[in-house]
């Protein structure tokens, strides 16, 4: 799996953003950036994590990539009341050829791992984790990760916005 200090690949993926299928290319973003990669559209554990991924949305730029298609994510996103209303893209990464880049496909089932990213504005990934298929993500932590990431400084464990640097 691609790592901390590594440049994250530059894609562009079509997917679908508010009910607009579009192409949308990293390199349009020179900004903090999140980007987190979920299995499969139409299951249970992603949407309780992709809903709550919009509390990033005041710290970063946020994506969720799947290997479905477009297609298959708009329709998703009509048929499930909670991913109606969500206020980042998700994109298609048919084929996973970007997720096999990046060394986050579950060989066995041909699906993304649960992988985040957290990417800088000269696109240098600052944090990575990845859980197994069955475990969804706090989010609350990536959030507090992210904040303590773009502070520069010495942060602790329990580190939270407006607490002292670390020594």
């Known amino acids: 799996m691609?790592?901390?200090?590594?440049?994250?690949?530059?894609?562009?993926?079509?997917g679908v953003d508010g009910n607009e299928i579009l192409e949308i290319s990293s390199q349009d973003y020179k900004q903090w950036k999140v980007i987190y990669f979920y299995p499969k559209d139409f299951t249970f554990i992603c949407p309780t994590?992709?809903?709550?991924?919009?509390?990033?949305?005041?710290?970063?730029?946020?994506?969720?990539?799947?290997?479905?298609?477009?297609?298959?994510?708009l329709a998703w996103k009509k048929e499930n009341e909670g991913l109606r209303f969500i206020k980042h893209p998700l994109l298609a990464d048919s084929g996973l050829k970007l997720s096999r880049e990046i060394g986050v496909v579950d060989q066995e089932n041909g699906?993304?791992?649960?992988?985040?990213?957290?990417?800088?504005?000269?696109?240098?990934i600052r944090h990575v984790s990845c859980n197994d298929l069955d475990t969804g993500r706090s989010v609350d932590e990536i959030l507090r990760t992210l904040q303590a990431l773009k502070t520069g400084?010495?942060?602790?464990?329990?580190?939270a916005p407006g607490d002292k640097f670390v020594g």
């Not at 691609?2 to 079509?14: A, D, S, T, V, Y």
């Not at 699906?111 to 240098?124: H, S």
């Not at 400084?153 to 580190?159: E, F, S, Y």
Request: hydrophobic share 35%; net charge negative; with cysteine.
């Open 111 to 124: 699906v993304c791992l649960r992988a985040t990213f957290i990417i800088d504005e000269n696109n240098i």
């Open 153 to 159: 400084g010495l942060t602790g464990c329990q580190w």
């Open 2 to 14: 691609i790592g901390i200090n590594e440049k994250f690949p530059e894609f562009k993926l079509l």
């Open 49 to 73: 994590e992709i809903t709550s991924m919009d509390k990033l949305n005041s710290e970063a730029k946020v994506f969720g990539i799947s290997g479905d298609n477009e297609y298959c994510k």
